[in-house]
């Protein structure tokens, strides 16, 4: 069974859009995270849950909006795509917070705006 | 502002050639350390981590990384690679009590048969 599994995989839409990615972990874990990964490989939390609470809010513009409706799922919904979204979003998972805890990721989803 | 800097970009070997990928970071205070490996294709997985204790930390697949302390470095070194080791290759630092998980701008490790 897979640990981490984001939906969808790929994600081609356009300029102006609005769409969300779903994340869910069936590993008991209390926090859960969101990665962007740019072009050059780069990966940068964007945010972080502890059980359902916002703990880690990075300067992300207010067009991303996470949403998690359980402790096992973190969706993110991104409003009027913009050509600078397109990246791969990796969520992740943690017993505890702390980025002290060895992260579990997801497989990504690669999102390509148009 | 805390940084992690991985200085090789891009390393190409031969398979049985020994590796060692170059990590330091910026951030004066105790911290925890990681190495991930990302296969082509793949999610993030876990090669080691360092909390503390013995500075020389051996992970998963032979691989295996030093912490030196006053040179804010955690390399990560191989003594012989495989193909199956073409991956990139990511340092992470999280300075203690911060919940942030910083990450270095990746490795991509090439070995050639």
């Known amino acids: 069974d897979t640990a981490v599994s984001q939906t969808p995989k790929y994600l081609v839409t356009q300029m102006g859009n609005d769409k969300s990615i779903k994340c869910e972990q069936n590993?008991?874990?209390?926090?859960m995270y969101w990665y962007k990964q740019d072009s050059k490989k780069f990966l940068k939390i964007m945010f972080s849950?502890?059980?359902?609470?916002?703990?880690i809010n990075e300067t992300v513009p207010n067009r991303f909006s996470p949403k998690s409706p359980d402790k096992a799922h973190l969706n993110l919904h991104i409003n009027s795509l913009e050509l600078g979204d397109s990246a791969v979003y990796f969520c992740?998972?943690?017993?505890?917070?702390?980025?002290?805890?060895?992260?579990?990721f997801g497989d990504g989803t690669r999102l390509s705006i148009l | 502002a805390q940084s992690v800097s991985q200085h090789n970009h891009h390393v190409i070997l031969s398979e049985a050639a020994s590796l060692e990928l170059g990590c330091n970071y910026s951030y004066g205070g105790t911290v925890n350390l990681f190495w991930y490996v990302q296969y082509p294709g793949q999610h993030l997985q876990l090669l080691l981590k360092?909390?503390?204790?013995?500075?020389l930390v051996k992970g998963i697949k032979g691989f295996e990384a030093e912490f030196i302390k006053s040179k804010f470095s955690f390399n990560l070194r191989k003594p012989s690679v495989q193909w199956s080791d073409t991956a990139e290759y990511f340092c992470?630092?999280?300075?203690?009590?911060?919940?942030?998980?910083?990450f270095g701008t990746g490795t991509r490790l090439q070995v050639f048969p």
């Open positions: 849950y502890n059980n359902k609470e916002l703990i």
């Open positions: 360092y909390f503390s204790g013995d500075p």
């Open positions: 992740a998972s943690s017993q505890v917070p702390g980025g002290g805890q060895p992260q579990h």
């Open positions: 590993l008991g874990h209390d926090t």
């Open positions: 992470a630092v999280n300075p203690l009590n911060t919940d942030k998980l910083i």
